[in-house]
């Protein structure tokens, strides 16, 4: 299966900083980059799906402008929270995006705790 | 819009018990499903994916199943053991995009 790394696995920051997280795939390349977040007993809500050399998608209620995505070549994907604040506290999962019919992988997730 | 909803919640189980975790989705138009093991504070596992045209597939003590027509799919565990313990995720692919369960959360009693 698709080998994902994501960097760093956690962080404590403080309100009003930002943090960069880094989704690496690390044995084929990604055109396509999944973020999830998952908060404290609940599943993973799809944020953004970013684009290889062109601009991230994002759900709907999801600020681009405080999240922002670049996908700068076929293996690194990042998201930076920007302005950070407590309720953007949380898990953030990244997946490389996978053919149809191919099995969905993830990176091992980044604890944001903001302070 | 898809929803995926997992039932039970949580669930406790004695050691060498079988047990049936449940997926229902709202729209069938999916391509495929799949699950998933997290254990806390981790990421997620694959375990199984069945495509829309297969109706099950197993993987050691695991067997899913997929009734796309009526919007559900089942993760079978037999004879569990305490090292399942963790939640399970089911998550359906439609769209493009990856739709998930909340999860239930297993736990097996020694």
């Known amino acids: 299966g698709a080998v994902v790394s994501q960097h760093p696995s956690w962080v404590i920051c403080k309100s009003g900083t930002s943090v960069k997280i880094e989704c690496r795939s690390l044995?084929?390349?990604?055109?396509?980059m999944f973020w999830y977040r998952q908060f404290p007993k609940q599943s993973l809500m799809l944020m953004a799906t970013?684009?290889?050399?062109?601009?991230?998608?994002?759900e709907q209620g999801v600020e681009k402008d405080k999240f922002l995505i670049n996908h700068a070549s076929l293996t690194l994907s990042t998201l930076t929270v920007t302005s950070a604040h407590p309720e953007d506290s949380s898990f953030y999962i990244c997946g490389p995006g996978a053919g149809v019919p191919d099995t969905q992988y993830f990176g091992p997730g980044t604890r944001l705790t903001v302070l | 819009k898809q929803e995926v909803t997992q039932i039970p919640a949580a669930l406790s189980v004695p050691e060498g018990e079988n047990l049936v975790l449940n997926c229902s989705f709202t729209d069938s138009a999916i391509y495929n499903l799949q699950w998933f093991r997290q254990d806390p504070g981790k990421g997620l596992t694959s375990l199984l994916l069945i495509q829309s045209s297969q109706r099950e597939q197993t993987s050691g003590r695991l067997n899913a199943s997929l009734d796309k027509s009526s919007g559900r799919s089942t993760l079978y565990i037999a004879a569990s053991q305490p090292g399942d313990s963790a939640t399970y995720l089911c998550a359906v692919r439609g769209g493009g995009k990856l739709i998930f369960g909340q999860g239930t959360e297993l736990s097996v009693k020694p």
């Open positions: 970013s684009n290889e050399g062109s601009k991230a998608t994002y």
């Open positions: 044995d084929f390349q990604a055109t396509t």
